[in-house]
């Protein structure tokens, strides 16, 4: 009991401020590696930059690359922790890619990786933090380029957006969900669940839009009884005034904008598992975040043929469903935003 109470106490001192972004952002610099391309080239004030951390995350490259660049996307950095499979092989090759790393533990730096990432390479510019096995999306995107978003959102004096995680997951036992790198995860893992989504006021800022709230729960609730946060801001201008990443997934001077967007993840593939076992010998993700990953255990080892798919469960057809439903919302602003016609890169 002593021991879990000191570990607990270490956990909590790791996630302060002025430690994360104190002593540790002095320190982060001197262990970060360069490993492959250019900086990101400056595409206006329109452009945004896509940055995340990330560790053995071959599975889904392809996938997050290639949806992101149809999006417009021209400039990742990507921060590996420790990859063991060919996922710094893979990303090496891709000319838009800024590569560097770092072994420096994920669980005491998670945050100050982050905002290093977005210090260094998206100054005054838009900055989109997603995790690999995420796709970013937003309402009316098959008709809004995200360019034109970006313009909206400059246009209304905003610096910051809230995103909603919705857990994306296939009809077949999570051991069986292998991942085919070259195929779209969308089609590969359509399903979604909505019914243990529990919303509360945000907390973390004034939002523009009251119908703009924090997330709990959802498919991970249901199946591993755990209560995970589902509110991040993921898209925001490092303008000089925000800082993110306060909070795990918050941020400070956000001017919020009154639209939401989606983060879609894909955890639930066949080597989710083996991660959770990982996880959990390794204590990788941090004291408090390890006792998730315990019951996610748990959960697969009393139903090794574990599948997520309810009845509860829908499957997912457009973006603009989730405004329908309520999961996303949407204000009378943007949807008077001029429509672009054409491409979505365009």
């Known amino acids: 009991m002593l021991k879990k109470s000191f570990r607990s106490f270490v956990g909590r001192l790791n996630k302060l401020n002025v430690v994360q972004f104190g002593l540790r952002g002095l320190l982060l610099p001197f262990r970060v590696k360069h490993l492959h391309g ?3 080239s400056d595409g206006g ?7 995340s951390v990330m560790r053995n995350g071959e599975a889904w490259l392809k996938s997050f690359l290639a949806h ?10 990507i921060l590996d922790n ?10 090496s090759k891709q000319p838009d890619v800024t590569l560097l790393q770092t072994y420096a533990p994920y669980h005491a730096y998670e945050n100050t990786m982050k905002r290093y990432l977005a210090k260094r390479y998206c100054r005054d510019r838009w900055c989109l933090c997603v995790d690999v096995d995420e796709l970013f999306d937003f309402p009316r995107s098959a008709e809004v380029s995200l360019r034109s978003l970006i313009g909206y959102l400059d246009d ?7 995103t909603q995680m919705l857990d994306m997951f296939s009809d077949r036992p999570i051991s069986d969900a292998k991942i085919d790198s070259d195929a779209d995860l969308r089609t590969q893992y359509p399903f979604y669940d909505l019914s243990s989504i529990d919303k509360s006021p945000y907390l973390f800022g004034e939002v523009s839009n009251p119908a703009i709230m924090t997330h709990h729960g959802g498919i991970r609730k249901t199946i591993f009884g755990t209560n995970n946060g589902l509110t991040k801001v993921s898209l925001f201008r490092m303008d000089g005034n925000i800082k993110p990443f306060i909070a795990w997934h918050h941020a400070l001077n956000a001017r919020l904008a009154d639209i939401s967007c989606v983060l879609l993840h894909f955890p639930f593939v066949d080597s989710f598992y083996a991660k959770v076992v990982e996880a959990v010998e390794s204590g990788r993700y941090g004291f408090l975040t390890t006792d998730e990953y315990t019951s996610y255990l748990g959960g697969l080892r009393k139903l090794p043929q574990l599948r997520l798919k309810l009845e509860s469960a829908r499957m997912l057809l457009t973006v603009d469903e989730l405004v329908g439903n309520g999961f996303l919302v949407e204000s009378a602003d943007y949807r008077k935003w001029p429509v672009d016609r054409g491409s979505r890169s365009a």
Do not use: C, W
């Open 38 to 40: 250019a900086p990101p």
């Open 45 to 51: 004030p329109d452009e945004v930059v896509v940055i």
């Open 68 to 77: 992101h660049r149809s999006m417009g996307i021209r400039n990742f950095v």
């Open 82 to 91: 420790g990859s063991t499979d060919r996922s710094v092989e893979f990303l």
């Open 156 to 162: 209304k004096g905003f610096n910051a957006v809230i």
